[in-house]
């Protein structure tokens, strides 16, 4: 029995109006491990309402952490760690939680962390996240899947360089200087705005942090952190998400809740596919055209054309007018989602790390099944063009990364719904 998402597809009528995208999902969740590293209060709001965000709590009460969370705030305390052992239970539906790793080391001294699988984008290789923990003093072993983390002779200030800008590296290893008393300075680190919501929001707790948002962080260690309020940065993935929905359906959206600067890339694409943009103080206002056109793009880390954008984008030029191709270069196997684009009758051939796909101007409903969370969303997208009703299934996908998207999306006219508990073998035709 599985919930899923039905959406009738409307082509030829604009989805028009008002939307405000919520907290970055991406941000709260290295916020929130980050509140490991203080024995004071934290309260931090505009937090998403998410699956992955749950987990996440629960994970930091197997830790000691206490907390309330309501609209929004959470408010959470960690005066004693209690256990150094993230329950596997809990972390092995979340990849984000070997970002544990470095606030249990730095606090505690010790940590067991089950090593993350491989997921429908890629193997997600933890190597980096050690060789910067390593270079700070930690020592690691790993025995039945669980990495164990050590600090034998304590953690000392390090001069790091990331061979890739990995985010999670980055986050881990940002965290973890933060409560090493000294200098460090990490190298070659990513840029995201994640990167730099997580540095604003260490310092608010008392840490010294410089240079985030920049290839180099420098970082003057602190013995402890104090309390903090802080603010979670717009959903920069979500703002995309809404913007090609308006996109597809020569619709008018008016976006707000996110910093311009940082879904630049997207705004780029965007006008280049045909969309007019309109940038207010704050809001954004978008014109999809009659016709989107076909574009090149290749994803790369920030500033540049998100991954996680990638899948929205695909099912954006499955209608566009012309052929598009798009690298991607972040993960090795993100195209997974194309299988399930094809059924709506989308022509797009893969070749390595290429997607090349010939838009067309009808597509077909189908019954599909989500694999990924931004997988998910690149099949509402279609289902809201393609002629008829799609099911969209596995939609838990959807819930890990997407707060109240269907109403958001019906707020602007889609006609989608959610029907609980189905039974699928039962469905046969529409919903
Ligand atoms: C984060 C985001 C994810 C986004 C990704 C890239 C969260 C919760 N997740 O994931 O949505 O798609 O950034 O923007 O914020 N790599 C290694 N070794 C490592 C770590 C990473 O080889 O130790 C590789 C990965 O396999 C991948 C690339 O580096 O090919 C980028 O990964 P990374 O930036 O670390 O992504 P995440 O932090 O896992």
New binding site residues.
Partial sequence: MVDIVCIEGQKHIPLSGEVTVGGAK?AS?PLLFSTLLTAQKCILSNIPDLEDILVTLKILKAFGAEYSYKDGVIDITTKKIISTTAPYGLVKSL??SFWLMGPLLARAGSAAVSLPGGDAI????????LKALSEFGAEFRMEHGVVYGTTPGGLRPADITLP?P????THNALMTATLIPGKSVLRGV?K?P?VVDLAKFLNSLGADIQGAGTDEIYINGKKELGSATHSVIGDRIEAATYLLAGAMTAGEIVLKGIDQDSIRSTLHLLKEMGCEITNHENYIVLQGPEKLKAINFSTA?FPGV???VQPLFLAALTIAEGVSEIKET???SRFGHVAEYRRFGADISVDGRTAIVKGKSELSSAPVEAHDIRAAAGLVLLGLVADGTTQVREIHHLDRGYEKMESKLRNLGAKISRIPSVDFREIVFGC
């Fill in positions: 991406n969740l990849r984000a890629g193997t997600r290789p933890v190597d980096l996240h890739f990995s985010v999670g590296a990513a995201e994640e880390p998100a991954t996680d972040v993960f090795e």
